[in-house]
């Protein structure tokens, strides 16, 4: 390592320290002029390219799945080191697999299973921004894990904005609140 005051080749290590991210940290000083200096060691790690939907290819990013994350678990009760450690999880899932390329898709899956695991609204977020619906029905049976539920009629999937009695009719609703306006628009 040359010294960054005098270019000198030559120095002896003072303190070696390992980081919470795995990075060295090694204080020095140089023999000729006795100046002190820090190096950060990292290990360099050759991402797999990414194949993304349209066949594309870029590079692996640890800071686009974060970004991700941040923007599905916005105003959610999630701290930013529960996101690092999902994306070093990812990041070291993907290292793992030992290919020259991994597909978008699996990586998008993965992430949906580490959010579902953190935060259900997160999960919910991502996963309406990263999975691509016809409509609402695909999306709830996604999210149920392809269940239907009970209370969305196959042939009508809109819940009714009005309320409906034990008879199945709907409720009058012409009742208005005190200090509110009427129900009909044509009343006014």
Request: charged fraction near 30%; charge should be neutral; hydrophobic fraction near 35%.
């Amino acid at each position: 390592m040359k010294c960054p005051y005098c270019s000198h080749d030559d120095d002896r290590v003072l303190d070696t320290r390992v980081q919470k991210d795995g990075s060295i940290r090694r204080r020095r000083e140089c023999l000729d002029c006795k100046a002190r200096f820090s190096t950060l060691e990292t290990l360099m790690v050759n991402f797999p390219q990414i194949v993304k939907k349209d066949g594309r290819r870029e590079q692996f990013s640890k800071e686009k799945i974060l970004k991700g994350l941040l923007a599905a678990c916005q105003k959610r009760p999630v701290s930013h080191s529960q996101l690092e450690a999902i994306v070093e999880r990812i990041a070291s899932w993907v290292i793992s697999r030992g290919e020259n390329e991994t597909s978008a898709h699996l990586i998008g899956l993965k992430v949906m299973a580490e959010l579902k695991q953190l935060d259900d609204v997160a999960y919910i977020r991502f996963a309406s921004v990263y999975r691509t619906f016809k409509d609402v029905q695909e999306f709830v049976e996604t999210l149920e894990g392809l269940e239907t539920l009970d209370f969305i009629d196959p042939n009508n999937p809109q819940l009714p904005l009005t309320s409906v009695n034990s008879t199945g009719k709907l409720e009058n609703d012409e009742k208005t609140i005190p200090g509110t306006r009427s129900a009909s628009p044509l009343s006014n």
